[in-house]
């Protein structure tokens, strides 16, 4: 007889889905990738030792309470937004920090993590929370560099 798995912790679960985003009805991985937005626009502007710091701790306890929360919920469940966080911080850290960036970052991230360039497709197979927040990681990566080049054009295009 098997055992029905209960809830993950009570901090396992806000941290996992994102402060509850990822219980949205609808598009629970843009609400989730909408809160980060928000938080990005709140932080002060970091440093390129800030942004590591919290692009790894992001990363690695989104990779353990994801690996969590696919225990509880089944496989890449999609309560679990924590992994837009950590794609959306990868693509828009060490660039200049404005809402501008931010939200150009967040579209250009959701549209990334919705048709998962390779390598990202792939990261999907690697084991638990690692397969949840690594495709993420990699849509955040494609993001960072397109946000670069633009950030280049945009003064040529007369948008700064």
């Given at each position: 007889m098997s055992q029905i798995p209960s809830d993950p912790p009570f901090l396992t679960r806000l941290i996992a889905t994102g402060f509850f985003s990822g219980y949205s009805v609808i598009a629970p991985g843009t609400a989730g990738t909408?809160?980060?937005l928000v938080i990005y626009c709140l932080l002060p502007p970091l440093g390129v030792l800030a942004w590591s710091a919290l692009l790894l701790g992001v990363t690695l306890v989104g990779v353990y309470v994801s690996g969590e929360?696919?225990?509880?919920?089944?496989?890449d469940p999609g309560y679990v937004v924590i992994d837009e966080f950590a794609g959306f911080f990868v693509t828009v850290c060490f660039l200049p920090q404005s809402m501008l960036l931010g939200v150009v970052?967040?579209?250009l991230?959701?549209?990334l993590d919705?048709?998962?360039?390779?390598?990202?497709?792939?990261?999907?197979?690697?084991?638990?929370?690692?397969?949840?927040?690594?495709?993420?990681?990699?849509?955040?990566?494609?993001?960072?560099?397109?946000l670069r080049g633009l950030l280049m054009l945009w003064p040529t295009l007369g948008l700064l």
């Open positions: 909408a809160v980060a929360g696919e225990k509880a919920w089944g496989k970052g967040f579209f991230f959701r549209v919705i048709i998962k360039p390779p390598p990202a497709r792939q990261a999907e197979s690697l084991p638990a929370g690692w397969g949840i927040v690594m495709d993420d990681v990699f849509a955040g990566i494609y993001g960072n560099l397109i």
